[in-house]
């Protein structure tokens, strides 16, 4: 960040608390100088800001207040922009990229013990042979059954999550037996292509279902669909895109030129003009001719919205589903080192100009709200009771090949049903998808 332009000293002195707020405004706008604020708000500020400080009959922390006022003050602008303040920054961003930094295991509490489940293929606990099953006794030497049984699992979390690069030694019972292992924490990144599996063999259609779009997703995309072509001939994809809340749009344009050969993949606008076209890129596109179906529901939201449209105008891919979300914006995220601004700045439109939506407080004239996000070419409802056993199936983690036994043993111990693949015979939206790239492949369409 720029260095700010000096101030007077009687003004640093007399009008402290309004140079914490100014600062930030400052800084929003890349170091440019401070903004004027207009008056009578700037005196009210800080004239509030005192008056709560010396006389609310609770004591308060500044910070906290100042943190209030901008939380506020971004958050009133539309549905998606926010302040994220110093406390929130780490789980902002794990929540946003799906990365953290520690050392790659999901582990689970049973009868009071802290059960590894599995850890994720590559990690640093799997290259340390640490397996599914070992029940976790100590931390840096903190024994676990020190700790307060409502405590253990947030406390053993704390203890092994820390900055990469920095080792963490653990102790876990293993065969009747105490076993140790340091490990070097890393940053971790959480998978996002799940249950990448031929769904139906004999039509030779894969199936895989993309959780956010995060940072190496089209990587991941593709490295999937290598390995459904080991796994037989591929005929048809199907996409699913179901409760997928969006993420990158550069990951999303990276994965539409994947698909689509030629033609807009997604344009933005501010203000009523034109910001940015994207463009296709022939040389991009790995798989121009697979026939594809894309599953959405009411949570798809954001970069699902912008692949499935894109691929939805263009004719390359058919959605099946319900309507979507209708996130049609684009969200900048401004980083400093103590905090960060999420600012809607443009909004999306796909190749044939749709508006995916802009905010969900609108309505018309009648009270009504508009019609928003990506109609399905398919539509597909389904029952509460089923989407809600979608969900479920889709948000377990899914067990890595090399430890799929080992937590087969776990599961019948503690009574857990192994994660599995959706599966037609009981995810009724999955079926109808599956129904239509049949008819499109008996129809000829390549």
């Known amino acids: 960040m720029e260095q700010q332009p000096r101030l007077p000293l009687w003004f640093l002195v007399e009008n402290s608390s309004l140079i914490a707020i100014a600062?930030?405004?400052g800084a929003?706008?890349?170091?440019?100088?401070f903004v004027r604020f207009p008056r009578p708000q700037a005196d009210a500020l800080q004239v509030v800001y005192q008056k709560i400080l010396e006389a609310h009959v609770e004591p308060h922390d500044g910070a906290a207040l100042l943190d209030t006022?901008?939380?506020?003050?971004?958050?009133?602008l539309d549905d998606y922009s926010r302040y994220v303040p110093p406390a929130d920054v780490q789980r902002y961003e794990e929540s946003s990229t799906g990365r953290y930094e520690g050392i790659g295991l999901v582990w689970r509490e049973h009868d009071g013990e802290i059960v590894v489940h599995f850890p994720f293929a590559g990690g640093p606990a799997d290259r340390e042979g640490i397996r599914p099953g070992d029940r976790l006794v100590a931390v840096d030497g903190k024994r676990m059954a020190d700790v307060a049984p409502e405590r253990r699992g947030a406390t053993a979390t704390e203890l092994v999550r820390g900055p990469a690069g920095t080792p963490v030694r653990l102790a876990f019972e293993r065969d009747g037996s105490e076993v140790e292992a340091t490990v070097n924490r890393e940053s971790v990144q959480r998978p996002a292509v799940k249950w990448a599996n031929l769904v139906d063999p004999e039509a030779g259609i894969g199936y895989l279902h993309i959780t956010d779009f995060h940072i190496g997703i089209?990587?991941?995309v593709r490295d999937a669909i290598a390995e459904l072509r080991r796994q037989g001939e591929l005929r048809g994809l199907v996409i699913d895109l179901r409760f997928d809340g969006g993420g990158s749009l550069d990951e999303c344009v990276a994965l539409s030129r994947?698909?689509?050969?030629?033609g807009v993949i997604v344009s933005t606008r501010r203000r009523g003009e034109e910001l940015e076209r994207v463009e296709a890129r022939p040389e991009?596109?790995?798989f121009p001719e697979l026939p594809l179906a894309l599953l959405v529901n009411g949570d798809s939201a954001s970069a699902s919205e912008v692949f499935a449209g894109c691929l939805q105008d263009h004719g390359r891919a058919l959605v099946v589903g319900t309507r979507t979300y209708g996130k049609g914006v684009v969200n900048t995220v401004y980083s400093w080192p103590e905090f960060k601004l999420k600012l809607t700045t443009a909004y999306y439109f796909t190749p044939n100009g749709r508006s995916l939506g802009g905010s969900h407080r609108l309505e018309n004239g009648d009270g009504?709200?508009?019609?928003?996000?990506?109609?399905p070419d398919v539509d597909a409802p389904i029952g509460d009771q089923e989407r809600t056993a979608v969900l479920l199936a889709l948000r377990e983690y899914e067990v890595p090949p090399a430890h799929r036994d080992g937590f087969a043993k776990v599961a019948?111990?503690?009574g857990l049903t192994v994660p599995n693949p959706p599966q037609p015979g009981d995810d009724s939206q999955l079926a109808q998808a599956l129904d239509e790239l049949k008819k499109r492949l008996a129809n000829g369409h390549k």
Not at 258 to 262: A, D
Not at 368 to 375: D, F, L, Q, V
């Open 368 to 375: 009504s709200h508009p019609e928003i996000g990506i109609a």
């Open 412 to 414: 019948a111990r503690y």
């Open 69 to 76: 006022a901008i939380t506020a003050m971004a958050g009133d």
């Open 23 to 25: 600062f930030l405004a």
């Open 258 to 262: 994947m698909f689509q050969p030629s």
């Open 284 to 286: 991009e596109c790995l």
């Open 28 to 33: 929003l706008l890349g170091g440019r100088g």
């Open 218 to 220: 089209a990587a991941g």
